[in-house]
Nanobody
Framework: QVQLVESGGGLVQAGGSLRLSCAAF????????MEWYRQAPGKQRELVAG???????NYADSVKGRFTISSDNAKKRVYLQMNSLKPEDTADYYCKVTYVGSMGALYDAWGQGTQITVSS
């Protein structure tokens, strides 16, 4: 089972930057996909950025060119560098990983969420 611990949220002015970190703890064979989601008040949770096991990345149109997803070499931490933040980026941000667990099955794990508020 994998537990994810997020850090790096907070309050920032528009135009500023933040870096989110998500660390994976527990027993697993490999982490396959790593993703960041966000959920603004009154809205559905949406995919912000994804990083696959082969290194491919994908981003929501609203964050392309401003956000960058990356991981450490051990693939136990995933990061989200957020630049040129806008008030509409205000949301709770969640990391999610898909990992290979016991019996070779795939499982998903979610972080607890970290709040980001961008003031105008």
């Amino acid at each position: 089972q994998v537990q994810l611990v997020e850090s790096g949220g907070g309050l920032v002015q528009a135009g500023g930057s933040l870096r989110l970190s998500c660390a994976a703890f527990g027993t697993f064979f490999t982490i396959e996909d790593m993703e960041w989601y966000r959920q603004a008040p009154g809205k559905q949770r949406e995919l912000v950025a994804g990083l696959t096991s082969d290194g491919s990345t994908n981003y929501a149109d609203s964050v392309k060119g401003r956000f960058t997803i990356s991981s450490d070499n051990a693939k136990k931490r995933v990061y989200l560098q957020m630049n040129s933040l806008k008030p509409e980026d205000t949301a709770d941000y969640y990391c999610k990983v898909t990992y290979v667990g016991s019996m070779g099955a795939l499982y998903d794990a979610w972080g607890q969420g970290t709040q980001i508020t961008v003031s105008s």
